[in-house]
């Protein structure tokens, strides 16, 4: 069979959601192109060379991506069948012939050979299959076009891998626990570290490990970093983990620290604690604070990912967010995008039955892929909009996050800080934000070039 993948969209990084079930395709006998619509043009040969075509759908923004691309498939070869696969499979049932969700490799090859009809597929109760050939990178552009590692004035090529799949939380807002009910997949070390191998033999000299939350399995993730670091000295890395988990495994960020670790992104979110009880994040502000403190004693970064803008939110809460970030000296560590994300209700949503949400939830919108809602306060829709149109102008003028930073302030009635430019390029950053849960910017939905 002729399989064409696509990657819609991966938050910057070279797509592993492709790569891995393009090994096992091509392992089969199968012959597999690839194409990466983040960087790379929508390819219409490729559609008509093809026999049957998947697209790689792990978060919403690529969701809605892919729902363009299927459309133009549908007009050049109505007849070709498309697969939807990933977190976000199940947004495109109305329009591809096959969604799966979960660990969904084995699900599909199993729809390349043969298997047919719609249908959803929530894998996650399933065990992770073992032996897995190493990821087919060399069917996607390299890793140099792909989002880097800024450090010391320096840039330098990342590799992406995954410990782990699925996550042990259910955080309400988080479209994992919608697929994988609070379970978590291992992934076998060996393929883990081969995966990190192959990749600095192609040049990366860091390496992101992209689980939801890296110590869930923390173990298993330990015994990665020491083997990662025993092979790769020089390899410097970065990881996501839950400000519950960054207090709980305090014993271990010396260790971290002393292989690499650079800097840990964390899904903070609000400084309104009863906020976060909405979200069931598992801790509260006080605990935000502390986790940046044990961080930087070690001299790890902390990279705050946040959603200011729910039904909740009030513009004291949004001042407080702004002024938590100064006062913990964390302006050069937040990306200026996440002073605008808008929290995304999608179908599943853990949300969608909290009774302090119904008053402000509207209809499902098709083209949007999400639920509609409106903030209590409706200047706070207001300001969302004006601060996602000054940040996407000020980002287009490459100003220096702290002058972006005070531009928020002040249009939020805080008054300035002035803080030095140059302060934020001590902070090691990739040059892609990553942010999840999130209504997608106008600049993700148009990626999807002639």
Known sequence: MRVFLIASY???????QVAAPAARLRARGHDVRCRDLSIEEWDPELVAWADCIAF?????????IARQAIARV???????????????????????DRVLAGETDAALVDWVEGADGLTIIHLGREAAAPGAALPARDLLPALDRYAHLVVAGTERTVGYVEASHGCAHRCRHCPVPVVYNGRIRIVEHDAVLSDIAQQVSAGARHITFGDPDFLNGVHHSVRVVRAMHERFPEITFDCTVKVEHVLRHDDIWAEFAESGCLFVVSA????????????????TVADMARSVR??????IAVRPSWMPFTPWTTLTHVQDLLDFVAENDLVGNVDPVHYTIRLLLPRGSLLLDHPDLAASLNSYDDTRG??????????????????????????????PISVVYDAVREACGLAPLGLDPNAADAVPRLTESWFCCAEPTAVQLGSLRE
Do not use: C, N
């Open 10 to 16: 991966e938050l910057g990084h070279q797509p592993l």
């Open 56 to 64: 790689s759908v792990p978060m919403h923004t690529a969701s809605q």
């Open 74 to 96: 549908r007009v050049q070869r109505p007849e070709l069948p498309v697969a939807g696969y990933g977190l976000y499979g199940q947004m495109l049932d109305d329009v591809a």
């Open 268 to 283: 903070f979110e609000s400084v309104d604690d009863t906020t976060l009880a909405h979200l069931d994040k598992g801790h």
């Open 294 to 299: 044990i961080l930087r004693e070690h001299g």
């Open 370 to 399: 999400s639920y509609q809602w409106r903030a209590t306060d409706p200047a706070i829709d207001e300001l969302q909009s004006q601060l996602a149109t000054l940040v996407e102008k000020r980002a287009a003028a490459d100003d």
